[in-house]
């Protein structure tokens, strides 16, 4: 089994857990747009491939795919997620699978307002939303929205260019300057996230981690600290069945007198998911299996509290002309 992980970039740490967890089985292979993303030199084999906005980037990743026998493919940022899923039948014309959820959602997943509009339907608990600045001007004055708010792009990830807004002229001044922003409700409540795996034969849920953020830094958690608690583990479970998430996904949850909320997901491994594969929660064996024809077991909560995570900086050093080079750039 030999698995092409897309976008790789600063994860280097996902990249090595799947190297152990193929040793043996496979080849892990990387690429990315950049030949200074340290993560490539973490894999097998890497390639360095356009941007996934250049119109060869699809038959490069093809081409790949063909040259390395690849059996499944992932990608690491949010973007690239709805590209591999709009062309799933494409990728298992060729053997691939994609490991990842339907494009319907992947563009749900991306999309603020899409994703509460569904919530809402749903009845979860979930930050109010609003596109029209006018109708959010109207819910402060009966009462039912007040500040400061969050502004940001309805489409995004990262937490880039999310703004705080605490009166309406800031309100003003930044949807002036930009289309399509998003007004949410500032959620004040202990922020919560969930690594949660979906096999992609049975479609059960087969696996949740959850911590307690403790610190955030560039929109990714820096550290917290693991819990348990089977009212979350319902939710979640009945949550993710009932959207229809395949694979991999990071669940942004917030914890407000006593009610969850949910937030945001990404249908992919999230900045904070080294946390859990440490805690015993190796997904990446869940992947493998799934490529093998093998339906994962339930297994829901079977790690440790309160373990901590604290992350911190590391340098990748190469040199011109051994690592980094041309030879691979396709």
């Known amino acids: 089994m030999n698995i092409l992980i897309l976008s790789v970039g600063t994860r280097d740490k996902v990249v090595q857990y799947f190297k152990k967890a ?15 993303a340290p993560a490539i030199y973490e894999a097998d084999k890497y390639y360095i491939v356009p941007k996934i906005t250049d119109k060869r980037y699809l038959e490069v990743i093809f081409q790949i795919c063909r040259d390395e026998n690849i059996d499944g493919i992932l990608s690491l940022i949010d973007p690239e997620l709805s590209l591999l899923a709009r062309h799933r039948q494409e ?12 494009y319907e959602l992947c563009e749900m997943s991306l999309d603020k307002y899409q994703m509460y509009r569904w919530l809402l339907s749903r009845q979860y608990h979930c930050a109010q939303s609003w596109m029209d600045k006018n109708k959010f001007y109207q819910a402060v ?12 792009p309805a489409r995004g990830s990262a937490s880039i260019s999310i703004s705080e807004a605490k009166d309406k002229e800031t309100v003003e001044l930044l949807m002036a ?3 399509n922003l998003l007004i949410q409700e500032y959620l004040h409540g202990t922020e919560i996230g969930a690594d949660v795996y979906i096999d992609l034969i049975s479609g059960e849920v087969v696996s949740i981690f959850t911590k307690r953020k403790l610190k955030m830094r560039a929109g990714e ?5 693991s819990f348990k608690e089977p009212r979350l583990f319902e939710l979640i479970d009945r949550f993710v069945k009932e959207a229809g998430y395949r694979g991999q996904i990071d669940i942004d949850i917030f914890e407000i007198d006593g009610q969850y909320y949910i937030s ?26 799934n490529l093998r024809g093998i339906a994962n077991v339930r297994k829901i909560g079977a790690y440790d509290e309160e373990i901590y995570m604290m992350k911190y900086n590391e340098v990748c050093v190469r040199k011109k002309g051994e690592d980094i080079s041309e030879e691979k750039r396709v």
């Open 177 to 179: 300057h930009k289309n």
């Open 264 to 289: 945001e997901v990404n249908p992919r491994f999230g900045g904070g998911y080294p946390h859990a594969y440490e805690c015993g929660v190796d997904h990446m064996k869940l992947v493998l299996n």
């Open 141 to 152: 004055a009966d009462g039912s929205a007040k500040y400061p708010v969050f502004v940001k």
């Open 91 to 102: 990728f298992e014309a060729l053997g691939v699978t994609v490991v990842g959820s339907s």
């Open 221 to 225: 958690t820096d550290k917290a600290v």
């Open 22 to 36: 193929f040793d043996g089985e496979g080849v892990v292979v990387a690429s990315d747009c950049s030949e200074l």
